[in-house]
Nanobody
Protein backbone atom coordinates (compact mmCIF):
# COMPACT_ATOMS: atom_id res chain seq x y z
CA UNK A 1 0.00 0.00 0.00
CA UNK A 2 1.48 3.32 -1.12
CA UNK A 3 -0.06 6.73 -0.53
CA UNK A 4 0.56 10.35 0.38
CA UNK A 5 -0.92 11.50 3.67
CA UNK A 6 -1.52 15.22 4.14
CA UNK A 7 -1.94 17.16 7.36
CA UNK A 8 -1.86 20.72 8.64
CA UNK A 9 -4.94 22.28 7.09
CA UNK A 10 -6.72 24.75 9.35
CA UNK A 11 -8.68 27.96 9.70
CA UNK A 12 -6.36 30.96 9.87
CA UNK A 13 -6.74 34.75 9.90
CA UNK A 14 -5.56 36.88 6.98
CA UNK A 15 -1.84 37.49 7.29
CA UNK A 16 -1.36 34.29 9.24
CA UNK A 17 0.77 31.26 8.48
CA UNK A 18 0.30 27.53 8.07
CA UNK A 19 2.50 24.58 7.26
CA UNK A 20 1.10 21.69 5.28
CA UNK A 21 2.81 18.31 5.45
CA UNK A 22 2.81 15.55 2.85
CA UNK A 23 4.18 12.23 4.10
CA UNK A 24 4.93 9.22 1.93
CA UNK A 25 3.62 5.90 3.17
CA UNK A 26 4.81 2.71 1.52
CA UNK A 27 7.37 4.30 -0.79
CA UNK A 28 10.41 6.57 -0.72
CA UNK A 29 9.52 10.18 -1.40
CA UNK A 30 13.04 11.30 -2.33
CA UNK A 31 12.75 9.51 -5.68
CA UNK A 32 10.01 11.94 -6.74
CA UNK A 33 9.44 15.59 -7.35
CA UNK A 34 6.63 16.91 -5.15
CA UNK A 35 4.01 19.27 -6.49
CA UNK A 36 1.39 21.23 -4.62
CA UNK A 37 -1.99 22.05 -6.13
CA UNK A 38 -5.12 23.72 -4.86
CA UNK A 39 -8.77 23.80 -5.77
CA UNK A 40 -11.31 26.33 -4.57
CA UNK A 41 -15.06 25.64 -4.75
CA UNK A 42 -16.29 26.01 -8.31
CA UNK A 43 -12.75 26.50 -9.60
CA UNK A 44 -10.38 24.30 -11.55
CA UNK A 45 -7.42 22.74 -9.83
CA UNK A 46 -4.31 24.89 -10.24
CA UNK A 47 -0.63 24.32 -9.68
CA UNK A 48 0.88 26.17 -6.73
CA UNK A 49 4.44 24.94 -6.28
CA UNK A 50 6.86 22.13 -6.99
CA UNK A 51 10.25 20.94 -5.76
CA UNK A 52 12.44 18.71 -7.90
CA UNK A 53 13.79 15.34 -6.89
CA UNK A 54 17.45 15.93 -7.77
CA UNK A 55 18.81 19.46 -7.42
CA UNK A 56 16.02 20.79 -5.21
CA UNK A 57 14.90 23.42 -7.70
CA UNK A 58 11.64 25.06 -6.69
CA UNK A 59 8.83 26.60 -8.68
CA UNK A 60 5.93 28.82 -7.66
CA UNK A 61 2.80 30.22 -9.18
CA UNK A 62 2.91 34.00 -9.47
CA UNK A 63 0.00 34.27 -7.06
CA UNK A 64 2.02 32.75 -4.19
CA UNK A 65 5.58 33.73 -5.05
CA UNK A 66 7.29 35.39 -2.11
CA UNK A 67 4.72 34.07 0.36
CA UNK A 68 4.88 30.28 0.04
CA UNK A 69 7.93 28.05 0.39
CA UNK A 70 8.14 24.39 -0.59
CA UNK A 71 10.67 22.13 1.12
CA UNK A 72 11.37 18.50 1.86
CA UNK A 73 12.88 16.36 4.61
CA UNK A 74 14.05 13.16 2.99
CA UNK A 75 14.92 11.55 6.32
CA UNK A 76 11.23 11.72 7.20
CA UNK A 77 9.92 11.04 3.68
CA UNK A 78 7.93 14.24 4.05
CA UNK A 79 7.43 17.38 1.99
CA UNK A 80 6.12 20.69 3.27
CA UNK A 81 4.40 23.78 2.03
CA UNK A 82 5.04 26.79 4.26
CA UNK A 83 2.39 29.42 3.70
CA UNK A 84 2.93 32.95 4.97
CA UNK A 85 0.95 36.14 4.58
CA UNK A 86 -2.18 34.16 3.81
CA UNK A 87 -5.00 35.90 1.98
CA UNK A 88 -8.70 35.01 1.73
CA UNK A 89 -8.15 34.11 -1.92
CA UNK A 90 -5.79 31.35 -0.77
CA UNK A 91 -8.78 29.48 0.63
CA UNK A 92 -8.90 26.09 -1.07
CA UNK A 93 -8.29 22.40 -0.66
CA UNK A 94 -4.57 21.81 -1.10
CA UNK A 95 -3.25 18.60 -2.61
CA UNK A 96 0.27 17.26 -2.80
CA UNK A 97 1.39 14.98 -5.61
CA UNK A 98 4.42 12.82 -6.33
CA UNK A 99 5.74 13.01 -9.88
CA UNK A 100 8.91 12.32 -11.79
CA UNK A 101 9.50 15.83 -13.12
CA UNK A 102 8.07 19.18 -12.09
CA UNK A 103 5.77 20.39 -14.83
CA UNK A 104 4.89 16.92 -16.13
CA UNK A 105 1.39 16.72 -14.75
CA UNK A 106 0.69 13.64 -16.83
CA UNK A 107 3.33 11.78 -14.84
CA UNK A 108 1.77 12.08 -11.40
CA UNK A 109 1.98 8.78 -9.55
CA UNK A 110 0.35 9.59 -6.21
CA UNK A 111 -2.04 12.20 -4.83
CA UNK A 112 -2.59 13.30 -1.26
CA UNK A 113 -6.12 13.25 0.08
CA UNK A 114 -6.33 17.03 0.35
CA UNK A 115 -6.08 19.51 3.21
CA UNK A 116 -8.60 22.31 3.71
CA UNK A 117 -7.10 25.77 4.19
CA UNK A 118 -9.55 28.51 5.11
CA UNK A 119 -8.37 32.12 5.45
CA UNK A 120 -10.96 34.30 7.14
CA UNK A 121 -11.25 36.98 9.81
Amino acid sequence: QSQLVESGGDLVQPGGSLRLSCAASGFTLDTYAIGWFRQAPGKAREGVSCISRDDGSTYYADSVKGRFTVSRDNLKDTAFLHMNGLKPEDTAVYYCAAMWICGDYGGINYWGQGAQVTVSS
